[in-house]
């Protein structure tokens, strides 16, 4: 196990650690030398470092995507931490837990996958009965649902934070139901469940969350509208309007042409769906932003590209 982890990392602490290196850029200095700006990562998160001279030198021999052991300091530059390195050198796989390195889920993932089961029990209706028992009497497809993460960055970016997100789409949508309860709560629950399941292609993570090639080229909604249309046609007389309309609900939960939405929610339960994965990811990237709060005097966050503002971090004591 580690004895440094980047979440931890001070202001003029001493760095003699391994991480993952996930980004180098060779440059020239003005008087013709060369530094390398570069990027480590690990299971709390990332640090930018800066490579001179000698250690610069190291560098040429690592490439990105190796597990390489840094000695330097840390340091502060226009306002973000960073690591100077001193030297660098690459340590094999063999020796590293990859539990350092792939951030996880805090939550049980056994009781929340017990959780989801209970909300898939409820469905009644017997066509979409039929079409989540075709996923989830898939061994394959749960292994791979407890596994995956939400994101790359943005929310829920962590091992088994596609369960996670999952279960808390159903707790939202039960409490939803409370209130509007002339929605159709089995194609409420059906579509939680699906919406996402195209994350389970979509990233790939044995030393970091990253996208894959499919993952990259289809993104998620296509690839989860092709799964669930997949299954579908293997049920028979499954009636057109219900096959549409979960359809649709995959294909609009992003709510915006310019979130990825091919087309916008059309009906009360495809908009209710878009809602409430819009809540729980803008909550959960709230939420990494008080994680990340390294002293209590800090009020505000950096500027969050995602959510277009900074985060008032003071909590009542």
């Known amino acids: 196990m580690k004895s ?55 560098l040429k021999e690592l490439a990105v995507g190796e597990f390489v052991f840094v000695v330097g300091n840390v340091s502060e530059y226009n306002g973000r931490l960073q690591i100077v390195v001193s030297s660098a050198h690459k340590i094999s796989e063999a020796e590293i837990d990859p539990d350092d390195f792939l951030p996880r889920t805090e939550e049980n993932i056994d009781e929340v996958m017990a959780e989801i089961e209970t909300y898939r029990k409820k469905v009644k209706n017997p066509y979409l009965k039929d079409l989540l028992d075709c996923f989830f009497s898939d061994e394959s497809f749960l ?62 993570y044995l030393k970091k969350i990253d996208h894959s090639t499919v993952g990259r080229l289809l993104g998620h909604i296509i690839i989860g509208y092709e799964m669930v249309i997949h299954k579908i046609e293997k049920i028979q007389n499954f009636p057109e309007d ?46 990494e932003e008080f994680k990340k709060k390294r002293d209590d005097e800090r009020e505000w966050s950096d500027y969050h590209p995602l959510l277009e503002r900074e985060i008032y971090l003071k909590e009542e004591n």
């Open 4 to 58: 440094q982890y980047i979440e931890e990392l001070k202001p003029g602490q001493v760095v003699r650690e391994t991480f993952l290196l996930t980004r180098k850029i060779p440059k020239e200095k003005k008087d013709g030398g060369l530094y390398t700006q570069i990027e480590f990562s690990d299971r709390t998160g990332t640090i930018e470092g800066i490579a001179w001279d000698s250690a610069s030198e190291d």
């Open 143 to 204: 292994t791979k649902l407890r596994k995956a993460p939400a994101a790359k960055k943005a929310h829920h970016a962590y091992i088994g934070g596609l369960a996670v997100h999952t279960r808390n789409i159903l707790r939202l949508i039960n409490g939803v139901y409370n209130s509007y309860n002339f929605l159709n709560l089995d194609l409420l629950i059906t579509a939680g469940l699906l919406h996402d399941i195209g994350k389970i292609y979509e990233y790939s």
């Open 242 to 287: 219900l096959k549409l309309k979960i359809l649709h609900m995959i294909l609009s939960h992003h709510g915006e042409f310019e979130w990825g939405s091919p087309i916008l929610p059309c009906f009360p339960e495809a908009l209710v769906l878009h809602f409430i994965d819009n809540l729980d990811s803008k909550i959960a990237m709230m939420r």
